[in-house]
């Protein structure tokens, strides 16, 4: 357990303290005895648990994942969900305070980090005094902000229960909150009933669901700015008079225990939890996640480098939209559009360039299998393209209508996903010929080039008839102009031989 930290009282702490140390002193050679069988047996649990079988070794072709101590264990990759490592993730376990990931996600979604956050009396005393907490007192306030640092640094459960207060109104509002959040992010096999971790029997996640949560938390920069704090201070204000400063447990954080590209992550403990771990570490753009259940220290910080180390080493993202060639479309109308009439032009219907698959560094993209979902209604996506790897899904791309096909020059403004196919091209047909490009490509500004040319042709055209037609007017005209004055010419002639 942990010992509580009091900002005030000083006095009712030392006489606590003093207490507690005389009756830990009458009954020392007694509980010594217990906890040694303790520790036999949480070695003998630990043995038991490297045993556990690692489904993803099961993989066909799947590189190998490392043996660990922990009763259930995952590697996820935070942008695709793919897992990379899995031992027993569906197996619900008992979260402690790595719950307050959930609890923090959820604040920073719905509150503002300057709102002032006011302590209740339920907030600091509904949590055990003995557990973690920052030593906030009624009636005193701190930002929203401040909260999360408590939340994420200190592991506070008063700051998690005043967090809960200040955005739904009450805890239990706050856990209803929780719970519908890890539904949409698609957790199914979690329940949670407090604000912070502490046991309950009815208080439970996965290695699975956990992984999901921490990577919509590591998705968000903020909290992961937050997260990966070792020490944060606080300072004295008119709402909370006292200067202290608040220090990380997880030693991946602080660099006890070294490792690069840590992004943040969170502890956790209970008796019946045991010590639980999530991490997030980057490197060469590959964002990985890494949950450990049910674990003695200092196994959960080695065995959750060794996965990392696992994860980086035997794995490599692709661009989906750079490497997919199974797939051609077809519409009824045209397949490009413009951003503007200079030239400026994407597909009306393409791949979401930002997609990416997470593989084995021994296999190649045309090795993945792909199916194709059209029961998708999210903006202009149209359909889903999921890819897996013996089964093992590995990530998705989205096929999606250009945001600016409505637009002054716009071809087709009735296209829909009732007049879009797309087809799979077969792969004995790529084996025998060439792939080929049935795009039709529409470019706007050669368009308008070739309709004022024709328009220039045209109009030249008018203006050579109309000039060759004034010519033969005109020379029309002077002949008769001619004709008349010879006429005249004549007619006086004739009159000269008269004597009038």
């Known amino acids: 357990m942990f010992l509580s930290y009091s900002k005030t009282g000083g006095r009712k702490a030392a006489s606590f303290l003093l ?32 045993a556990l079988p690692v489904e993803s070794n099961d993989i066909d072709n799947w590189p190998a994942g490392p043996v660990t101590s922990a009763q259930s264990a995952i590697l996820m990759n935070v942008d695709t969900g793919a897992v990379l490592y899995a031992k027993n993730i569906h197996k619900k376990s008992f979260p402690a305070s790595t719950t307050k ?22 907030a600091v005393f509904s949590v055990p005094g003995d557990g973690s907490n920052m030593g906030m007192d009624v009636g005193e306030a701190i930002t929203m902000e401040q909260c999360l640092y408590g939340i994420l ?41 407090n604000t912070n971790g502490l046991h309950d029997d009815n208080h439970y996640t996965t290695a699975y669901d956990l992984a999901l949560i921490a990577s919509a938390f590591f998705r968000n920069d903020m909290l992961c700015k937050i997260g990966n704090t070792a020490s944060y201070e606080f300072t004295a204000t008119p709402t909370q008079p006292d200067d202290f400063i608040l220090r990380n ?27 639980t771990l999530v991490t997030c570490a980057e490197r060469n753009g590959m964002r990985l996640v890494c949950v450990v259940f049910r674990e003695e220290t200092p196994n959960q910080f080695t065995d959750t480098m060794e996965l990392f180390d696992y994860g980086f080493n035997n794995f490599q993202i692709m661009n989906i939209a ?139 055209t008018f203006v050579l008839r109309a000039l ?20 005249r010419e004549r007619l006086r002639s004739e009159m000269d031989d008269f004597d009038f």
């Open 468 to 487: 060759a037609v004034n010519s033969n007017n005109a020379k029309r005209r002077q002949n008769r102009v001619k004709r008349k004055q010879r006429r």
């Open 101 to 122: 990931i959930l609890t923090c996600l959820v604040a920073m979604e719905q509150g503002n980090l300057d709102d002032i956050v006011t302590f209740s009396n339920e």
């Open 19 to 50: 207490a507690a140390f005389i009756v830990c002193c009458a009954s020392f050679s007694g509980r010594m005895t217990v906890y040694a069988a303790s520790l036999e047996e949480l070695e003998l649990e630990q043995e038991a648990q490297k």
């Open 153 to 193: 640094v200190g592991s506070a459960n008063e700051a998690a229960n005043a967090v809960g207060e200040h955005i739904a109104g009450s805890i239990d509002g706050f856990v209803d909150l929780m719970n519908e959040r890890a539904a949409e992010l698609g957790c199914t096999d979690s329940h949670f009933m």
């Open 249 to 275: 447990k997880h030693k991946m954080i602080t660099g006890e225990v070294a490792y690069d590209g840590v992004l943040g992550g969170k502890t956790g403990y209970t008796d019946n939890s045991r010590q």
């Open 322 to 460: 750079e490497n997919e060639k199974k797939y051609q479309l077809e519409t009824s109308g045209f397949l490009h559009t413009g951003n503007d009439i200079f030239g400026s032009s994407r597909p009306i219907l393409s791949i979401d360039s930002k997609s990416r698959v997470i593989v084995p560094n021994t296999i190649t993209f045309d090795d993945l299998e792909s199916t194709i979902d059209y029961n998708v209604s999210d903006g202009n996506r149209i359909a889903q393209i999921r890819y897996s790897y013996h089964d093992a899904y590995v990530g998705n791309a989205y096929l999606e209508l250009a945001a600016d096909n409505t637009t002054t020059y716009e071809f087709d403004t009735n296209l829909d996903t009732a007049n879009v196919s797309v087809e799979r091209v077969e792969d004995t047909q790529q084996e025998t010929e060439p792939a080929q490009d049935n795009t039709i490509f529409i470019n706007v500004k050669t368009v308008l080039i070739c309709i004022l040319a024709i328009a220039a042709g045209l109009i030249l």
